[in-house]
């Protein structure tokens, strides 16, 4: 398994909206999408530094995994996404080499990606992402 790139970034925040005016106006980047996904609980915004995005990741529900994540870690570096080809093969390979998955199989993520995470115990302590673009 080759990752193509580095997906993104995500950044757990407490408010989406004080996390953006701090990436717009002290380091200049542009926020060109803000999206909610209900079923992760969680509103995004991403901006793009070169090929790859940083992806602020706001709770809409203290139950959710980014609320409880800050509660337990604070703010902060929330996970890595990488870029895969053959998402669903890639997740059963994975698995196949002793790697614990919270996704068995892909589901639907912000901007329309296919995703699917690593538990961080198996991947040393980084919850890491994997992200398929369907409409390539």
Do not use: W
Request: with cysteine.
């Amino acid at each position: 398994m080759k990752p193509t790139h580095i997906e993104h970034i995500g950044i757990a925040v407490k408010n989406l909206d004080d996390a953006i005016a701090y990436y717009e106006k002290v380091l200049g980047l542009t926020c060109y999408a803000v999206e909610e996904v209900k079923d992760q609980k969680v509103k995004t915004a991403f901006f793009k530094v070169g090929q790859t995005k940083l992806e602020l990741l706001e709770s809409t529900d203290p139950e959710g995994p980014i609320g409880k994540f800050i509660e337990k870690k604070g703010e902060g570096i929330h996970h890595i996404a990488f870029a895969v080809e053959g998402l669903a093969e890639k997740l059963e390979l994975i698995a196949e080499r002793g790697i614990q998955l919270i996704d068995k199989t892909p589901r639907k993520g912000a901007e329309g990606l296919n995703i699917g995470f690593l538990h961080p115990k198996s991947t040393f302590g980084v919850l890491t992402e994997l992200c398929e673009n369907p409409n390539k």
